[in-house]
């Protein structure tokens, strides 16, 4: 059920009068009962999954509470950890792995001989392990008691919303908003409405209408000239952008509508003027994640600047890898993990150029930067990444251009989208529309209602974050 | 209350909007070479009874083959490439466009033989089929060859294909075909001929009936919403609201899928291709079955090929000479080229 079909329209009608009907406990309740079908909706096989991981950290979250051992409490901790993470490597990096030894094994001679199992990659599985995770891990720092009640944190795993594409919600925050009565304002209500318009005017007006112009380029490169190369990559950095923060955009507003407030995952990403700031703008709960179980963990920054930056090298491999079970990624992570390195090196510990002309340029050559690791992102294969290089550094710039023109609402819905950034930007908030005149929120609405009909016309794609 | 001022205000914008589109920009333009983006989308969202009657009006300049397709005159159309020269073996080709052209270049290529083209403007199997079966006995050729276009596959569904290519359809019937119990069963076009298809457009009450009402029975594709003009047509939104239905529509009537290939439409297709084999080796033909993979259908054109093969039916897959670039599922047929998501 993805969030930009008619099912899910229908789904969100249905609940949404139950809701306001029901009491706080069986709001709850009912929540629970439409994340399990909005969840099962994929496949009804994986809802044992989510189960298996929600009954294992409730349990292990309890045990640790009650638990004043410090070895046993590290063994509970230990055993949350240890079995999200072979949800994780059976379901996601088996055939992965098995492949590439399998191919490792070919190069030196042994053939190895074994299937790889048809494993089904389970939508959002990346997404629900990691939260639960942090909330053993929580609950073991003692920066969080365990949750009482089952079906309470039953909710927090399987909210519907942020279920398969994040925002990754940590339980301190999002807890209390479970077990605390709600009370969906009529100001929420209309934020929420224009945050679910405006994430699918992004994602169906612009990154669907992107992947037309991105897809063949990245199917065949080696059939095209650099400029193409380069506005496909180009493109590739607003769909991508687009997908996942529409995506985010609609969980949030969804959310809204019942009360919740989901945290903020993006924040003009494509502004940064350094990977640092990139990484605080873009998936902004994986980055936090990544830097509070893992990189301080390691140690982050305490160490020498070797030692930092070899935290930041792993962190960011491993965020690769989370991103998908494909080399490509791995080769992504690498890159990040180099340019986060490279710019601690550089530029130390400086804040980031403030001021005008210089800021806007350093915007645009960071830029450049993100999308070289996009490109890495998107390509298909290893090959591919070396193909595409090379067309970029040496190859024909191309007397015409040969990728597809994008479709009528991207031609409309990029610019109006990158004025409203803009003015968010200038702003200062994701709330700047709300000072306008009404009839110009008016106008501004019926443009993205009109772009976003004109999105609606083709099929629709899967989120891109889905499959992570 | 706020959010209900705003609410109004974006009515009355989008309203306004529609206005500007409709009278700003305009709708009209006859030629679809001539129009803009903005038309052409204003255009390809009317509904299919104004883009058939816009059709039938500005056949000579807008579109010739709206008179193509039709079964009961599809024969006389059906052209031989050369005169034909007795004592030499016929060949014909039942299918479209793509098939045509395969007609030919084996026509330029084989001298020694009498080639025959049959076809509908991007044909469905049902068409194809319909026409070898129905084709007068004097008339048949030692050779004939069924094309299949995989991305018409979807015709197995309808009367029509202005439903499943909603955005620039063609008006002529062909039969829609079931398997139940076994057996095969057939809906056949009422309407056979553009004559009086053309009748219909330009007043005969009875006859648009006839052919409106085939087409929301019959046709998997097509409601009133997507078939019938109406006021509302004036409006650029509710023409975008239409092919934002239609898309939905079709992705609910293809829901059959399962590792990207919709089994009761290969069923229907198989068995079409077993008749037409059988049928054939009765006459005493030799028949061959081409698989026309243009854009990548990979997925229902292994079914196929794994079927004929089972069946003993010769056959030839064009994507063995020419592979499509692009790998695509049948259930995003309106698509040129993408892929749904990365990796």
Same mark, same amino acid.
């Given at each position: 059920?993805? !969030?930009?079909?008619?099912?899910?329209a229908?789904?969100?009608?249905?609940?949404?009068?139950?809701?306001?009907?029901?009491?706080?406990?069986?709001?709850?309740?009912?929540?629970?009962?439409?994340?399990?079908?909005?969840?099962?909706?994929w496949?009804?096989?994986?809802?044992?999954?989510?189960?298996?991981?929600?009954?294992?950290?409730?349990?292990?979250?309890?045990?640790?509470?009650?638990?004043?051992?410090a070895?046993?409490?590290?063994?509970?901790?230990?055993?949350?950890?240890?079995?999200?993470?072979?949800?994780?490597?059976?379901?996601?990096?088996?055939?992965?792995?098995a492949?590439?030894?399998?191919?490792?094994?070919?190069?030196?001679?042994?053939?190895?001989?074994?299937?790889?199992?048809?494993?089904?990659?389970?939508v959002?599985?990346?997404?629900?392990?990691f939260?639960?995770?942090s909330?053993?891990?929580?609950v073991?720092?003692?920066?969080?008691?365990?949750?009482d009640?089952?079906?309470?944190?039953?909710l927090?795993v399987? +909210?519907?919303?942020q279920?398969?594409a994040?925002?990754?919600?940590r339980?301190?925050q999002?807890?209390?908003?479970?077990?605390?009565?709600?009370?969906?304002?009529?100001?929420?209500?209309?934020?929420?409405?224009?945050?679910?318009?405006f994430?699918?005017?992004?994602k169906?007006?612009?990154?669907?209408?992107?992947?037309?112009?991105?897809?063949p380029?990245?199917?065949?490169?080696?059939?095209?000239?650099?400029?193409?190369?380069l506005?496909?990559?180009?493109? !590739?950095a607003?769909?991508?952008?687009?997908?996942?923060s529409?995506?985010?955009?609609?969980a949030?507003?969804?959310a809204?509508?019942?009360?919740f407030?989901?945290?903020?995952?993006?924040?003009?990403?494509y502004?940064?003027?350094n990977?640092?700031?990139?990484?605080?703008?873009?998936?902004?709960?994986?980055?936090?994640?990544?830097?509070?179980y893992?990189?301080i963990?390691?140690?982050g920054?305490?160490?020498?600047l070797?030692?930092?930056?070899?935290?930041?090298s792993?962190?960011?491999?491993?965020?690769?890898?989370?991103?998908?079970?494909?080399?490509n990624?791995?080769?992504w992570?690498?890159y990040q993990?180099?340019?986060?390195?490279?710019?601690?090196?550089?530029?130390?510990r400086?804040?980031?150029?403030?001021?005008?002309?210089?800021?806007?340029?350093?915007?645009g050559?960071?830029?450049?930067?993100i999308?070289y690791?996009?490109?890495?992102f998107?390509?298909?294969s290893?090959a591919?990444?070396?193909?595409?290089?090379?067309?970029l550094?040496?190859?024909?710039m191309?007397?015409?251009?040969?990728l597809?023109?994008?479709?009528?609402?991207?031609?409309?819905?990029?610019?109006?989208?990158?004025?409203?950034?803009w003015l968010?930007?200038?702003?200062?908030?994701?709330?700047?529309?709300?000072?306008?005149?009404?009839?110009l929120q008016?106008?501004?609405?019926?443009?993205?209602?009109v772009?976003?009909?004109?999105?609606m016309?083709?099929?629709?794609?899967?989120?891109?974050?889905f499959?992570? | 209350?706020?959010?209900?001022?705003? +609410?109004?205000?974006t009515?009355?914008?989008?309203?306004g909007?529609?206005l500007?589109?409709?009278?700003g920009?305009?709708?009209?333009?006859?030629?679809?070479?001539?129009?803009n983006?903005?038309q052409r989308?204003?255009?390809?969202?009317?509904?299919?009874?104004?883009?058939?009657?816009?059709?039938?009006?500005?056949?000579?300049?807008v579109?010739?083959?709206?008179?193509?397709?039709?079964?009961?005159?599809?024969?006389r159309?059906?052209t031989?490439?050369?005169?034909?020269?007795?004592?030499?073996?016929?060949?014909?080709?039942?299918?479209?466009?793509f098939?045509?052209?395969?007609?030919?270049?084996?026509?330029?290529?084989?001298?020694?033989?009498?080639?025959?083209?049959?076809?509908?403007?991007?044909?469905?199997l049902?068409?194809?089929?319909?026409?070898?079966?129905?084709?007068?006995e004097?008339e048949?050729?030692?050779?004939p060859?069924?094309?299949?276009l995989?991305?018409?596959?979807?015709?197995?569904y309808?009367?029509?294909?202005?439903?499943?290519?909603f955005?620039?359809?063609?008006?002529?019937? +062909?039969?829609?075909?079931?398997?139940?119990?076994?057996?095969?069963?057939?809906?056949?076009?009422?309407?056979?001929?553009?004559a009086?298809?053309?009748?219909?457009?330009?007043?005969?009450?009875?006859?648009?009936?006839?052919?409106?009402?085939?087409?929301?029975?019959?046709?998997?594709?097509?409601?009133?919403?997507?078939?019938?003009?109406?006021?509302?047509?004036?409006?650029?939104?509710?023409?975008?609201?239409?092919?934002?239905?239609?898309?939905?529509?079709?992705?609910?009537?293809?829901?059959?899928w399962?590792?990207?290939v919709?089994?009761?439409?290969?069923t229907?297709?198989?068995?079409l291709?077993?008749?037409?084999?059988?049928?054939?080796l009765?006459r005493?033909?030799?028949?061959?079955?081409?698989?026309?993979?243009?854009?990548?259908?990979?997925?229902?054109?292994?079914?196929?090929?794994e079927?004929?093969?089972?069946?003993?039916?010769p056959?030839?897959?064009?994507s063995?000479?020419?592979p499509?670039?692009?790998t695509l599922?049948?259930?995003?047929?309106?698509?040129?080229?993408r892929r749904?998501?990365?990796?």
């Open positions: 059920m993805l !969030f930009n079909s008619l099912d899910f229908l789904f969100i009608a249905i609940l949404l009068p139950l809701y306001y009907v029901c009491r706080h406990r069986q709001q709850n309740r009912l929540l629970l009962v439409a994340s399990y079908i909005f969840y099962g909706s496949d009804w096989r994986f809802l044992s999954l989510i189960l298996l991981s929600t009954v294992i950290d409730y349990t292990v979250g309890r045990a640790i509470q009650r638990s004043d051992s070895a046993r409490r590290k063994s509970l901790v230990a055993v949350s950890i240890f079995s999200n993470l072979s949800l994780l490597g059976v379901f996601k990096y088996f055939n992965f792995f492949d590439s030894f399998a191919v490792i094994l070919g190069s030196i001679g042994f053939e190895a001989d074994w299937t790889t199992l048809n494993i089904v990659l389970p959002g599985i990346s997404f629900y392990t939260q639960t995770m909330y053993a891990i929580d073991y720092r003692r920066d969080l008691d365990a949750v009640d089952f079906f309470d944190f039953a927090y399987a +909210f519907f919303p279920l398969v994040g925002p990754i919600e339980a301190k999002f807890m209390p908003q479970i077990t605390q009565p709600r009370s969906p304002s009529l100001d929420a209500f209309s934020r929420g409405l224009f945050l679910i318009l994430g699918l005017f992004k169906v007006a612009i990154a669907d209408g992107l992947a037309y112009t991105v897809d380029v990245f199917e065949s490169p080696e059939q095209f000239a650099r400029v193409d190369l506005l496909a990559t180009y493109c !590739f607003f769909q991508i952008y687009c997908d996942f529409g995506y985010t955009d609609i949030r507003g969804v809204k509508l019942m009360g407030n989901l945290s903020l995952n993006f924040n003009l990403p502004v940064s003027q990977p640092q700031e990139f990484w605080r703008r873009w998936h902004i709960s994986l980055s936090t994640w990544l830097r509070d893992l990189y963990p390691l140690g920054s305490r160490g020498s070797v030692r930092t930056n070899i935290n930041l792993i962190t960011m491999f491993l965020g690769g890898l989370w991103h998908g079970a494909a080399w990624f791995v080769v992570g690498v993990g180099a340019i986060l390195a490279i710019h601690r090196l550089v530029v130390g400086r804040a980031a150029v403030s001021h005008g002309l210089l800021r806007i340029v350093w915007i050559l960071f830029f450049q930067v999308c690791g996009w490109l890495l998107r390509a298909n290893l591919s990444i070396v193909t595409m290089t090379r067309i550094l040496f190859g024909p191309g007397t015409e251009l040969l597809p023109t994008p479709e009528l609402s991207v031609l409309i819905g990029l610019p109006l989208l990158l004025m409203m950034d968010q930007y200038l702003k200062g908030t994701s709330h700047w529309y709300r000072k306008w005149p009404e009839p008016g106008i501004l609405f019926a443009l993205m209602i772009v976003l009909l004109m999105g016309g083709k099929a629709p794609a899967q989120f891109i974050y499959q992570f | 209350m706020r959010i209900i001022r705003i +609410f109004g205000w009515l009355l914008a989008l309203l909007l529609d500007i589109v409709k009278h920009i305009g709708y009209h333009e006859i030629d679809r070479r001539k129009q983006r903005i989308q204003a255009f390809e969202g009317r509904p299919i009874e104004s883009k058939l009657k816009h059709y039938v009006r500005y056949a000579k300049t579109r010739p083959s709206i008179s193509s397709g039709w079964a009961d005159t599809i024969y159309r059906g031989f490439l050369r005169p034909e020269i007795d004592g030499q073996p016929s060949v014909t080709f039942y299918g479209m466009s098939s045509n052209h395969v007609g030919k270049q084996f026509d330029a290529l084989e001298e020694g033989f009498n080639v025959r083209l049959i076809a509908g403007p991007s044909a469905p049902s068409h194809s089929f319909y026409s070898f079966i129905n084709e007068p004097l048949a050729a030692n050779v060859v069924l094309a299949v995989l991305e018409g596959l979807p015709g197995l309808a009367v029509v294909d202005a439903g499943y290519k955005k620039s359809p063609h008006a002529y019937l +062909f039969p829609r075909y079931s398997v139940d119990d076994g057996e095969l069963r057939v809906i056949e076009p009422p309407v056979r001929d553009f009086s298809f053309a009748s219909g457009v330009e007043g005969s009450t009875a006859q648009w009936d006839l052919y409106r009402s085939h087409l929301l029975n019959h046709d998997s594709f097509v409601d009133p919403f997507v078939l019938d003009a109406s006021f509302l047509d004036n409006s650029f939104c509710v023409r975008l609201l239409r092919q934002a239905w239609v898309r939905h529509k079709y992705e609910t009537v293809l829901e059959h399962k590792n990207d919709d089994w009761e439409m290969m229907i297709a198989n068995r291709l077993t008749e037409f084999h059988q049928r054939a009765d005493g033909q030799r028949p061959i079955v081409l698989i026309v993979n243009a854009r990548g259908h990979n997925a229902a054109e292994a079914v196929l090929a079927h004929l093969k089972r069946e003993g039916i056959f030839l897959l064009t063995s000479i020419c499509p670039p692009t599922r049948l259930s995003s047929p309106m698509v040129t080229s749904s998501a990365i990796g």
